[in-house]
T-cell receptor, first 114, second 113 residues
Framework: EPEVTQTPSHQVTQMGQEVILRCVPI?????FYWYRQILGQKVEFLVS????????KSEIFDDQFSVERPDGSNFTLKIRSTKLEDSAMYFCASRPGGPGQPQHFGDGTRLSIL | DAKTTQPTSMDCAEGRAANLPCNHSTISGNEYVYWYRQIHSQGPQYIIHGLKNNETNEMASLIITEDRKSSTLILPHATLRDTAVYYCIVSLRMDTGRRALTFGSGTRLQVQP
């Protein structure tokens, strides 16, 4: 069964550095999402992306964050000037078109900021 | 999106059916009910979803009451690998895909040997 893949599985970065988290959504999906989960807390929505533009973002997704779909298969989340509080699991999700179709999630990237 | 209420935790014996309830009394007519689960810190895994009819797939069954104000996820023969946090989420039926999923705290299901 096709699945969403994320790389790397674990990223360790010094505070203030930039990181790029990568996702390969399921191939025929049209809508793409990033969520994060700080250890012990709820899964939180960051951003959704459709037709090569952001369609919705949460208050967490500030100027520090950006997303891109650089080619037909990858979907990336960039975090500029990382802070300690950016440490979390970051999940990518995608879904096909059609009403009510569910989102499918990858297994996440664990981001650790030192 | 409509708010959901789930029990904080439940236990189930291995091999028995696990019935996980969810209240969504403010659900509107164009909102779907989705169930996901999360095992440890893995990504949320889609289980099943429905609008008003009961649904069944290879993983589970979803029973939605006639007034749509509550639903029950049924795992027919729970195994130890079904131990996870289960999330009931109500979300707008939007073809644009703009609607993000709002995760609550879910129900922590512990399957006992």
């Amino acid at each position: 069964e096709p699945e969403v893949t994320q790389t790397p599985s674990h990223q360790v970065t010094q505070m203030g550095q930039e990181v790029i988290l990568r996702c390969v959504p399921i191939s025929n999906h049209l809508y793409f999402y990033w969520y994060r989960q700080i250890l012990g807390q709820k899964v939180e929505f960051l951003v959704s992306f459709y037709n090569n533009e952001i369609s919705e973002k949460s208050e967490i997704f500030d100027d520090q964050f950006s997303v891109e779909r650089p080619d037909g298969s990858n979907f990336t989340l960039k975090i500029r000037s990382t802070k300690l509080e950016d440490s979390a699991m970051y999940f990518c999700a995608s879904r096909p078109g059609g009403p009510g179709q569910p989102q499918h999630f990858g297994d996440g990237t664990r981001l650790s900021i030192l | 999106d409509a708010k959901t209420t789930q029990p904080t935790s439940m236990d189930c014996a291995e091999g028995r059916a696990a019935n996980l309830p969810c209240n969504h009394s403010t659900i509107s007519g164009n909102e779907y009910v989705y169930w996901y689960r999360q095992i440890h810190s893995q990504g949320p895994q889609y289980i099943i979803h429905g609008l008003k009819n009961n649904e069944t797939n290879e993983m589970a069954s979803l029973i939605i009451t006639e007034d749509r104000k509550s639903s029950t996820l049924i795992l027919p023969h729970a195994t130890l690998r079904d131990t996870a946090v289960y999330y009931c989420i109500v979300s707008l039926r939007m073809d644009t895909g703009r609607r993000a999923l709002t995760f609550g705290s879910g129900t922590r299901l512990q399957v006992q040997p």
